[in-house]
């Protein structure tokens, strides 16, 4: 079964079709990438998936169950969580208080319990450690450098304990050694999160997705491995501005 199916998915505004019968497996376990020109459909997309647009035909399924119409904070509950192009922080708390705010929304009321407090307190550093902000751990979000923001916000990602990781533009606006930097973070995460990606750098999605999905005017152009996508003339043409 796949971890998500979109299926036949289309979105109009008016008359304008930004998404017509898109249709997208994603294994447990894969990483999937999504690319596209500018206008493709991409973000519109994501969007629907993450509950935050409705579709206008189609549905969505989660492991199965039809999840079309959900709110956001249902697919969070049940293993779905998103990053933004923007940064969705607490500027002026430390990057420890941060990850604890979304490692806590997991628990009920307050944690009173000694080892309550000692089991937020394992996840806080794991989430950490996972993201390379353990030294940084006392320094407020503000503060840091852009590039180390995003890695924050991957970490307030995983504090919510994904099964399926929605990733928009993760790279976008960094510097290369930025850019090497969280890429190394997403090939090591666990093969437990499925990974959805929405990325414009090439050497990023070339490196880290199993399998690319091309996106052109609202329209699925090509699906296939890595290798299959860079051998395939019609995305050089139209994505990639080459001559077939």
């Known amino acids: 079964m796949s971890a998500i199916r979109i299926e036949r998915v289309s979105k109009a505004y008016g008359g304008y079709k930004a998404l017509t019968d898109v249709t997208i497996s994603i294994a447990s376990g894969e990483r999937r990438a ?21 579709l ?33 922080l607490f500027a002026k708390l430390t990057v420890r208080k941060n990850v604890e705010l979304a490692c806590a929304a997991h628990y009920r009321g307050f944690l009173t319990p000694r080892g309550s407090r000692a089991v937020l307190d394992d996840e806080i550093n794991a989430v950490l450690l996972a993201v390379s902000l353990s030294e940084r751990a006392g320094v407020r979000a503000g503060g840091m450098a852009y590039g180390e923001q995003r890695q924050l916000e991957l970490a307030l990602a995983l504090a919510g304990r994904p099964k399926i990781l929605l990733l928009d533009e993760p790279t976008a606006g960094m510097s290369p050694a930025e850019t090497e930097q969280m ?62």
């Not at 999504?34 to 409705?54: D, E």
């Not at 549905?59 to 779905?80: C, K």
């Not at 996106?215 to 152009?221: D, I, K, P, Q, R």
């Open 34 to 54: 999504v690319i596209g020109p500018n206008g493709a459909g991409k973000s519109t997309l994501f969007s629907i998936v993450a509950g935050q647009k409705s």
């Open 56 to 88: 206008t035909s189609g549905q969505i399924y989660l492991d199965g169950e039809a999840i079309a119409g959900r709110r956001p904070d249902e697919l969070w509950a049940r293993g779905l969580t998103r990053t933004f192009q923007r940064s969705q």
């Open 183 to 244: 890429l190394r973070l997403m090939c090591d995460l666990p093969r437990s999160v499925t990974l959805l990606i929405v990325e414009h750098d090439m050497d990023v999605v070339f490196s880290l997705a199993d399998r690319v999905t091309v996106l052109n005017l609202g329209e699925v152009l090509a699906d296939g491995t890595v290798a299959e996508i860079r051998s395939n003339s019609r995305v050089d043409a139209i994505y990639m501005g080459k001559t077939p």
